[in-house]
């Protein structure tokens, strides 16, 4: 017999055996598909050959699908008798990143920005194996219909990376297409060994709040300091005190990261100019801190400026926020008792992530509990040299990275058998589930 989640519930393994045993007919078509992702990326809001081709899988599969949804946001609707409706989530677009993975499949392409500029693109977040592990997990499970029942509500979506795309597709009626939906699922690719796959209750993913502050001095000709109020020496002291947030004003172990990511002032050598911009990101874990470390910095940079006779104040404008990413209790034991039973050793605990995600943006709109989860993408072999070496920050590259280049196999693999042994944990239907236990 199946064996029982912590809270008494079927985890679905004899379905899941089963649904999984036709991976292997799928794995080169997956596979080909990967390859063709991640040579063609596209900018957040611009995802339309993506769409496109998700759209047209979805169809071919007999998935009820709808395109548009928040802009480039697609959702399959794959039906079968009463029953649970489970959300699968995939995010879809790029980043203004050029690629020196050095694969045969790298990206070429290059996209317009927000700002207009031209920028090379890149799928150096592991969006494109996340589109492709739930097209196959949505293939899965169309063709075996049989050991499940309810609704699997595939959503693809835009522009995670400008913190929005979650948003755009509430706000495109993304409940209007289905009833009440039970669980909220979702996964990302990280550093560490292709094959395994972790997750932990409560919160998970950082909140991140960017942050674009002006500064303004006065200019002068580069040879004549003495007439100019210099906001890049302003700049600079800013860049350097507000590390002591974390340093100095941040408790010893609570999860605190500020980066100054981009400072831009002056166009010419000799020119001292009359303004600079940084911008930061925080990433923080609860709101007292967030709303601490916000006023700190606001604190600093006005003091820096006062202290350098800045003849206006600076400004600030709030941009690209991401919620606390926090995995429901009872959602996430149901899915770490299916993992451990689908994965063995290879089912872990995920560590508190610092990086971000809008994810829950979806299941707090829905009013439903969710659970997000990790899969390794890094070659198991290289991953343990850099271990043994101590050299993992140096030797292992990063989602953003520009080397960062999941290997294929066995991360395509893992995804998927993840996604449909998440679902399953829900929708296996109890007596078939049970008969095959």
Known sequence: MTAPSPGGVSTGRGAATRVLARLADIRAGLEDLYRDLHRHPELSHQERRTAALVAERLRALDVETHEAVGGTGVVGLLRHGEGPTVLLRADMDGLPVREASGLGYASNETGTDQAGQEVPVMHACGHDVHVACLLGAAELLARGRDDWSGTVMLVFQPAEEVGDGARAMVEGGLARLVGPVSVALAQHVLPGPAGTVATREGPAFAAADSLRITVFGRGSHGSMPQASVDPVVLAAMIVIRLQTIVAREARPGEPVVLTVGSVR??????????????????RTYDDATRTRVLAAVTRIVDAECQASGSPQPATYELFDQFPLTTNDPRATARIAAAFA??????????????????????????????????????????????????????DIPVNHAPNFAPVIQPTLDTG?????TAALAWLAQPAADESAG
């Open 265 to 282: 002032a002056g166009t010419k050598s000799n020119v001292i100019p009359d303004h600079a911009t940084l911008q930061l990101n925080l």
């Open 341 to 394: 039973e689908q994965f063995g050793d290879a089912a872990g605990p995920l560590p508190l992530m610092m990086g971000s995600e809008d994810f829950t943006d979806l299941p707090r709109a829905l009013g439903a509990p969710s659970c997000y989860w990790g899969i390794g993408g890094t070659d198991p072999a290289a991953y343990d040299a850099a271990r043994r070496a101590g050299r993992i920050d140096q």
């Open 416 to 420: 998927v058998r993840a996604m449909v």
